[in-house]
Structures are given as structure tokens and as C-alpha cells.
């Protein structure tokens, strides 16, 4: 199978209007066809853009479970017909339930694509509050395009957990989407932009990142959303479409994918190091790491109540 590497991306600086679902996914749908009317292949929206994303002060979380939806369901449907239409990937964030089981919910990122719907990723990794109406996801997502696999996290999977981009790009991902929720408080900028630059630089991949701007309820999103990937030179990393400001905004870049295997290739991440003969990425002693990790009980609890250093290094080599 062909694989192209030159493909235009777009990121939506969203404001999402908290709990207007139709008038969010109205004003959606204008930023597909702009998007595709601009040359865009895949646009990202971010993190629960379909509904807006706080709970209410009293910690309630009845907007999210009056506003939740199967996939397929309604708005899913709708963008899937808007993709087909426009030849075009739409990645949407969104509460989304549980078909099979109501009650539960998930913070999920839809994905339609020109056939359809793609699937939904379920954030792994709820942050903060969401954990009060959404259920920790379970698998990973990663889709098929004409430029190869593509791999979505969800905010705090990004910034706090380095293995799904890691994963993903392991696999030949070459392209990284981060719709996200990262609201203006203090050093979020040092969360958001180190964080995201770091996975690019360690997976030699291109990353896009969509995040909600404005206010919502008791809180206000600085935006930020960009475009950002491997430098032509391969050390560092170039803005592809620098980080927006404090305002609602469609950003458009075409991306040279290639550019991540040729990076790949210079940092033997997943190919052959020309010394050693093997690549520099060791999954198998990770493996055994993990294992003696999770044997210990290193998770949390006063320093005092835990193994001994020495005895859990011991654990842990012996895999």
C-alpha cells in the first residue's frame, strides 16, 4: 500500500458555549467546510468542544449526562455525513455514553473520516474533575489514513503519560492529535508547549493540537492551539503553525510527514542503530521494568510504610 507523506492538517482555536450543544456543533460543522474549502485534509476540534467542558460549581454533572451521546448517535451521524461530503477527517471532542451500558460515560474524541465514522478514543487518563462523569478509557485509537496511522490523545494522556505517543509512533504513527482542555492558570504554557514539544522530539513525530478558548462557567481557556513537528534539520522542533492567541481561529498548515522517518531514521529510535545493529528503543527491559513495578507497592503511602529501596530494585530487574 502507497503512503503519502504531504498532507494539509488544520486546528481549531475553539470557543465552545457550555451546554449549547446544537449551537457548538453548528458553528462545527462551518469550521469543516472552511476548513476543507482551505485545502485541509483533517481538522482537529478540542476537548469536549461539542458541549464545553466544566462541571458546574456544586461539583453537578448534569449538563454532561443530559448532553452525552452514542456513537453512532445524532452528532456523530451528522459529521460523518459532513465528511463524507467534503472528503475530509473531522476529530471532535465529546462526552460520549456508553451504548451498551447508559449509565456510563466517557470523555471520548470522535473520529469520521470520507467513510464514516472512524471510532471514538476514550481518554485513559480522566484529569481533575471529568472524573466525576467520566469512566477511564481502556484502548488506544489508532486510524488508517492515505498518509499512514494516526494516533489521538486526550489532553492529560499527553502531557502526563509520554507512552501512548510513544506507542503510537512505535507502530508508524507519523502524526499525533491532541485535542485538550488546558485552562489559564498559572505556568500552563510550560504544561502545554514544553510537554508537546517534548513528544515530538522524542518520537520524532508531528504533533496537532486544538484546545478551547474563552470562558467556560469558572473558568477561561487561553487557547494556544498549533501545529508543530520535526525541524528540517532534526534537531528540535518547527512550528507549523505557531501557538494561537486568546481568540477563536482556524489554523491551516501542509506538513512534509516525511520528515519524522528521516528524523527516525537519524536518532534510531525504531530502526537499526548502525553500531549497535539493533534499534535504541528497548520495549523488552521496559517490560520487565513495568512488571516489577507493579509487584511493588511504590504506588503511594507514607515513604516508611514502603519497600525498601534495595529490595525493590531487586524486584524489579528480576522482572
Not at 465552545?16 to 472552511?34: C, D, F, P, Q, T
Request: proline share 7%.
Amino acid at each position: 500500500m502507497s503512503i503519502d507523506s504531504i498532507v494539509t492538517v488544520a486546528t481549531v482555536n475553539f470557543s465552545a458555549e457550555w451546554g449549547n450543544k446544537a449551537g457548538n456543533l453548528a458553528r462545527i460543522k462551518g469550521y469543516v467546510k472552511a476548513a476543507a474549502e482551505r485545502g485541509a485534509k483533517l481538522v482537529l476540534f478540542p476537548e469536549t468542544a461539542l458541549t464545553g467542558y466544566n462541571v458546574k460549581s456544586d461539583d453537578s454533572i448534569e449538563m454532561q449526562l443530559e448532553a452525552a451521546e452514542t456513537v453512532p448517535g445524532p452528532a456523530a451521524d451528522e459529521l460523518a455525513a459532513l465528511s463524507k461530503q467534503y472528503g475530509i477527517y473531522v476529530i471532535v471532542g465529546m462526552p460520549e455514553r456508553d451504548a451498551a451500558n447508559p449509565d456510563i460515560l466517557y470523555n471520548s474524541a470522535l473520529v469520521t473520516g470520507p467513510e464514516g465514522i472512524v471510532g471514538c478514543y476514550r481518554k485513559i487518563h480522566p484529569a481533575g474533575k471529568e472524573s466525576l462523569w467520566a469512566k477511564k478509557g481502556e484502548e488506544p485509537l489508532l486510524f488508517d489514513t492515505p498518509w499512514g496511522p494516526v494516533g489521538v490523545g486526550i489532553c492529560y494522556d499527553s502531557y502526563c503519560f509520554p507512552e501512548l505517543a510513544r506507542y503510537y509512533a512505535a507502530l508508524g504513527a507519523r502524526l499525533y492529535l491532541n485535542p485538550t482542555a488546558v485552562s489559564e492558570i498559572a505556568g500552563w504554557e510550560e504544561l502545554y508547549e514544553t510537554q508537546l514539544k517534548a513528544r515530538v522530539i522524542e518520537n520524532a513525530i508531528f504533533l496537532v493540537s486544538s484546545n478551547l478558548v474563552g470562558p467556560d462557567r469558572d473558568l477561561t481557556f487561553p487557547g494556544g492551539s498549533m501545529i508543530v513537528g520535526p525541524s528540517v534539520s532534526m534537531l528540535g522542533t518547527k512550528y507549523y503553525a505557531e501557538p494561537a492567541g486568546p481568540h477563536e481561529e482556524l489554523l491551516v498548515a501542509t506538513l512534509d510527514l516525511s520528515l519524522a522517518d528521516k528524523a527516525r531514521r537519524t536518532l534510531t529510535l525504531f530502526t537499526d542503530n548502525p553500531i549497535t545493529g539493533v534499534p535504541d528503543w528497548r520495549p523488552d527491559i521496559y517490560e520487565k521494568l513495568l512488571a516489577g513495578v507493579k509487584r511493588t507497592d511504590r504506588w503511594g503511602g507514607a515513604p516508611e510504610t514502603q519497600t525498601p529501596v534495595k529490595e525493590l530494585v531487586a524486584s524489579t530487574a528480576a522482572g
